[in-house]
């Protein structure tokens, strides 16, 4: 297996709203992720094996000095391979060539280890309101 990243790679939006769906367990949506992403994004990640998307990760701003990983998704027959990693690591390679200093993550408890031993985020006192 050889995977390919790149720095605001091109996408299907029908393979990233299925791979999208596969990671969060939810259904297509429908999502137009290219038109989301050149909107709201500084940049993103998308990890290619072969021709196939089998990884991406998103990475909306504040327009200054930071940025925020969103949406990180690694197919299931390559999740444990360092994919993920890997896509994190050029995302906040991205980030730094853009000018930010600094780069968030928000995660559910179970992500610790992946987010912070992985991918070297140091745990911070954040707040979070649900809408």
Do not use: K, Q
């Amino acid at each position: 297996m050889t995977i390919a990243y790149g720095w605001r790679a091109g996408f299907v939006n029908a393979e990233l709203d299925a791979l999208h769906a596969e990671g969060f367990g939810t259904g297509p949506l429908g999502t137009d992720w290219e038109a989301r992403v050149r909107r709201h994004s500084l940049g993103w990640v998308c990890a290619y094996d072969g021709d196939r998307l089998a990884g991406f990760v998103n990475v909306p701003w504040d327009g200054g000095e930071h940025a925020f990983v969103v949406d990180t998704v690694v197919a299931a027959d390559v999740r444990g391979a360092g994919v993920g990693t890997a896509l994190v690591a050029a995302a906040a390679d991205g980030a730094r060539r853009a000018g930010c200093r600094w780069l968030h993550v928000d995660f559910l408890p179970e992500l610790s280890s992946f987010y912070l031993r992985a991918c070297g985020f140091r745990p911070t006192a954040a707040g979070l309101l649900a809408l």
